[in-house]
């Protein structure tokens, strides 16, 4: 944003913009104003990165029109939290998307990103993490991003993570996903040195309080290098992940 | 309810009501007992206000009757929290009612209101908290005021807020929408010197814990001149501006 | 803020600044930087406010170098939170000011603050929560508004309410500070047609969780017209009366 | 049980029973086995008590089974939380059974019960409270008492209460049900002298937390003689009312 | 308060008070006015009830103040949660003012109370449950009733509570006083057919969270019977056991 | 784990192994990777125990994939929290499978478990509570113990529980499962001096909180010897009983 | 208990006994009553247990009272959460008491407790832990167990627990003590296969609530044979891997 | 670790080693046990990095035999979370010990730290905040960071944060520190492109619930590439932030 800043104060300067214009450019310029959403290209712009478009609590009508407007201007598209059903919908007016089942994300690639200089290793306890995980991974992915996953590692076997310890220790950033008792971060943080992103999930019962219980474990962690996003934010930890692998 | 109490005195005084009487009137006369329910008739003599009915717990049935009682006086209607089922009932037999889908709310005006003096504005942070933001709408409007809405202008592009910096400047009173973190209260507050309605929504997931984190933030905000009211209560938030810019 | 950046615009657009002039008058102007804190001298400016300062962890040190700075300005001074041991530190830099010790506030008028139009009425449940009453009430006064105080006046006693019907109907704003059960912006809210701003108070103790039962009763208030602001904040509210007393 | 102790150890004495045959009778005279219950019939021999099933988390078939032993040995009926599905069924093998549908009450009197001796009276704050209190309704008629309701007499209109105040003044025993704020039974334990039973019901929604204000609010209350019971358990609170009312 | 009510509408009535005076006297008449605090001697007259002070939150002078008005007018005086230093300034302008150390209760008995026709049992699980037990025993004694302590019968060793069955079996009403899992009430529940008031205390640590633990399971006691109040509310549940016990 | 570590050791020392070889042995050997989980065939050589899969939060395709690799392998079967629609999935492919409806447990016995030496005791203070206990029974059942049942002995009614103390009396370990205020656990453990271990359930409504309530009682029992699962964890209590019965 | 119930039916059977002085044998025997506290001498006799005292909530002179008793009848003696300044007043009238300075014990040795079998393990994460942990030791000591103390272990170190592996891979019951993240307990139950007594600590600020997220994760590990006790309750894990340890 | 391992399992192939000396060393090497504590002198060797001690909990004795060692051994470092009189104690046996005063942190840097590549920028919304900043900032200092701190730039006033615009983008990794509403991350992440760790601080009062408030909010940002760490915990952002700045 600071760059539109100085410029439009330079045209004010220059006498080429008058103050009222340049308030009036502000408020126009950066974002396309759909009355119920205001839909901001400028990050596309910026860096190759998608248009993201969080899908929960969105009419399909909103999600189709944003999404609409993203694709009409060649912007990538990605779509969280986007039931089938919406996705049916889309799929007929815009072919190319695509839909990954597990995370409920809609994507579709139209240009190309820049590329992450290192990799993103995906880590979850169990199978029931692998909803989250995938959200994470078709981020990861459509940020520009090389992504492993090496799923079901969870603490009460360590020799199964102790087996992919090869595998994680490549990574430039580490995803860590776990409900229950959110311990996996914590055990990895102790074998690698590289900044560990920590997603608890709602996977668990009773006592686990919908992941809250893995959501404490995790900002408690004792090992150093933990940082928390909220409970299933695959999409939070993975764009997270991707401004520290494009740094 | 003070003028009432000083008139039924008066008349005991004037021996123009036995003290049984008064205690009578003191029962009867505020509202009418439905059995179920107690409509309360007086604030719409006092006002022009609408009679509210809170839809929400109430059977088809019940709201059905409360309204059919309101619109035989001649009242205005406003129902919140009914389903577009019970709206189907209602237009049955009050042909004019209207039904904004969002805010879930039956309303019709069948006088008119006092208006306020100044103008009411509402803003939402994102898409998602429109439903609510349109329940504090149709409110303000049905109590007599003047009501601007901008929505989709939350924190996390201060452009598109400051965008509207001019429009926000000339409130009188703000509602201020929002779920997930609820900082845009604050930062609104940050940006004028006139009072600020709050209103968290349930908008979001995980640690949102179902509006609790925006409430607990917009309680805490750092900024003077916020109150706040329930989660997603729209119409409370509405009522209160209201009453603020009659006085 | 409108204006100042308006004006700022005008002067880049007549060529009086640079647009690098510009930035710093944006960074430097408004506030004035003690490193540890940024001291807001606009406020007072504009509306005969004084300057505030919240007390609670500071230090000794920053508090007398914060108010040193306001005095120096002309500026009226209030502290709130401050500890008896503050306020002798203070007194004797700066002997005109005055304590008020049960709302644990310093104060010192230097200049006559804009009167607002009405008078603000505050209410308060129990003894127990004169504390936070006091903090309101001299907030108020400070910030220019008449105030009276009804004390100790809760729902178990309702005659207590009712004996003092008159004087709470006169207020253009109440405050109504309650802990327990909070029923008090309730009871009141269905008496009078004004805003409430209700203060939950940390009185109580057991399931009062600190207040915690107080701030969910007054959210879950079934009476219109009410908001409310964080547990024991007298000043919060009193700051929100005085705006809305000021309209 | 106090006799029946006294009696088994007589009869040891007498030599009419060996410790044996002690531990027996311990052990299966005061209910009978169904495997998965275990039916306690002694209550009902005491008091003139119906046997009442509590049938949430029971399976229909197991709801009939224990159904049909109370009705084979004559004992008077009451199910609660029971679905009209439920009533249904049981419609078909015990024809006199009768359905209060707001409470989802199933009841069948077959022997007339001890009546109490003062009367009870039940007050609801709002509509939808209703069906708690018609579940303390009818369970304190079950239970052989006098009752009296009043409903929709919340503290947001005071003048409706207080229009009720002669009748509530009779009552030996209050039973108040209110959701949201619940400042219902502090209210009205300001206004009378005799023990209130306070219930919290689930009305509400966002900060209500599913009756936790209101729960919280009556355990907090400021007034004398009120004591709570679980959230919604209109049962619990007839239970109890009947007990009071008997001594 | 009905009482007083209809008398001031009948001395209108009879021209003897005009509705000015008549709102005068409402205002003035039942309570005292101490500024900080409004004296209730209505109480007294009506029932040979102590006036009672809750000593928490109120600083010394201002309990005194209101003990010395009680006094003055030959009021009996029951001052709850009072500190020893508390206690020995009221004891140099009271001499023969009691203290009860455990329940920190102050009192003084000036006239003797309408007593109560039955027993009230207290009851507590441990050691630990004294204080709060004997702040019930001092408010049951004083309020007019015949008392009974029996202390350490917790159900851990079921053999301590049986032993005293016969003693508990006598009681009109139970209190009973338990931290930590707070079982107790259920199984005395379970025991007799008379109210049981349900006592938690913040006896315990951890997951007891200073009571919350015993306060929930009382609220989900399986036995009828059993009604809750706020946690260590000594006072509470003996003012409501003897408004059972003079029923 | 540890004679399979001194064993690879020992290998690579006698030079059979590489290191390189040591490293992928202890990734590949005890488990086999499905991609979305790592199947664990170890433990069932160890002991006898089946194979145990969680069935919640996998996809029905994954079940079946894994309970189809174990079959093969010869190992018996249990899955636990399966659907019916699960069952009859697994019913196509695997004939011999059994199905407990109220535990929601899938199970096959292949070959016989090492029996435990003594009897484990599954106890529920209600109807309700029965699914966790069966989840329990059939866990225990297929891990090779003894278990007997007694359902529906509450301590709201004593005399259920101590008409069955002869058979607890007999029992080497105790799982006590109990929603509501989950008293049971600590009236059992004052009886009997081996293990308990205590299950809370989620049975109960309002202020149990999903469990909540029975959780903390149980975690703050006053007996000795008890210790908590998670909330309905019927499996892990069987498991831990299983441990100790096995010992 | 059992044996004590039956041998009083036989004596009254015998007719050596009355009802009457039998029902007093049950209330009299098995403790002793000393007003405030019932001590229980009856254990101590079966098993050679020593008394236990839980210090906290008792008054000095409630301790040295009950301690003295216990001294007198000849048995063992520990008393848990007892402050320095106790042990202090103890020591002159017990000169043989020691204490264990960070569990806060005292503990005096009069006889020899039966052995338990195996060894009983006790590890800690962290430094901070070791207090919780002592309290287990000085607890298993004096219950008559042979136990292992590792402490520091935390799952950040993976080392430092491998390392530890065969020392912990030889006990037969695991007392697992953990504050922060509470992921110790599932890490170590996935090495080993016997019971873990898991103890959450309060060790931790912020997010760990004072125990509650190592408590939440403990009861939610993905291991199996894992079961809790209550924040910091040493004392109660010991107990429990006593009763394991003898069976 | 990985190299360790490597390392020894070659040295066991060699012949070098038995495998009993194998796991001594694995138990050995990598840590110096000090019985309460086990340090860990390996991260040291590895990256220059201090070996830090977490002061909370450890007893000063502890803390100074732990610091001993690592001086001993040429480390450089850093006490978090240590008292007052801990550094007084130090500095007695370490004269060069450093101390930050509201960080609370000792340190003392033996030898250079390999530096980070880009600055990391501390910023706090308020001056309650920089205790929680100075740990941050010290933190970064001795892992080797270049840093800036800007203090007191919350979101109530945009004009403060804004002023420093240019400041915060020069950064590579920023740390936002807020307690009350916590909305300073989620401003600042909409300003910017690199990653946000967020730290919560228990800066606020009432609903705040120390933390929990600012906690939740962060945890829900609704702006991408935010992360959070524990209340309170500057250390553990610190850390983090150096890990990103050292890839």
Redo the contacts between chains.
């Keep these: 944003?600071?760059s539109q800043l100085?410029d439009i104060?330079?045209r004010?300067?220059a006498?080429k913009?008058?103050?009222k214009e340049?308030?009036y450019l502000?408020?126009?310029y950066?974002?396309q104003d759909l009355?119920?959403?205001?839909v901001?290209h400028h990050r596309e712009l910026?860096?190759g990165f998608p248009e993201?478009i969080y899908g929960?609590?969105?009419t399909d009508e909103?999600i189709l029109k944003i999404a609409g407007e993203i694709i009409k201007k060649g912007g990538s598209l990605l779509i969280t939290r986007a039931e089938p059903r919406t996705y049916r919908k889309i799929k007929k007016t815009i072919p190319g998307a695509c839909y990954n089942a597990p995370a409920k994300a809609v994507y579709l690639k139209q240009k190309h990103s820049v590329m992450g200089k290192?990799k993103i290793m995906i880590l979850t306890?169990?199978?029931?993490d692998?909803p989250v995980a995938e959200e994470a991974y078709v981020t990861c992915d459509m940020l520009g991003n090389e992504v492993e996953r090496v799923?079901?590692?969870?603490?009460?076997?360590?020799?199964?993570l102790?087996?992919?310890?090869?595998k994680i220790?490549k990574a430039?950033v580490i995803i860590a996903v776990a409900?229950?008792?959110?311990?996996l971060p914590?055990?990895v943080?102790?074998?690698v040195?590289?900044?560990i992103?920590a997603v608890?999930t709602?996977?668990?019962?009773?006592?686990?309080?919908?992941?809250?219980?893995?959501?404490?474990?995790?900002?408690?962690?004792?090992?150093?290098?933990?940082?928390?996003?909220?409970?299933?934010?695959g999409f939070?930890?993975a764009?997270?992940a991707s401004?520290?692998n494009h740094?």
Tied chains: 1, 2, 3, 4, 5, 6, 7, 8.
């Design positions: 944003m600071k100085e104060l330079r004010v300067q006498g913009l008058s103050p340049a308030l502000l408020k126009d950066p974002y009355n119920f959403a205001k901001d910026r860096r993201i929960l609590g969105k909103q290192g306890a169990g199978t029931s692998i799923y079901d590692v969870g603490v009460a076997g360590l020799h199964r102790l087996g992919e310890y090869e220790n430039k409900g229950m008792e959110g311990a914590s055990v943080a102790g074998l040195s590289v900044p992103i608890p709602s996977v668990g019962y009773g006592a686990s309080f919908k992941g809250l219980a893995a959501l404490l474990a995790m900002l408690n962690s004792c090992s150093g290098g933990v940082a928390v996003v909220n409970i299933d934010n939070g930890a764009y997270l401004l520290i740094l």
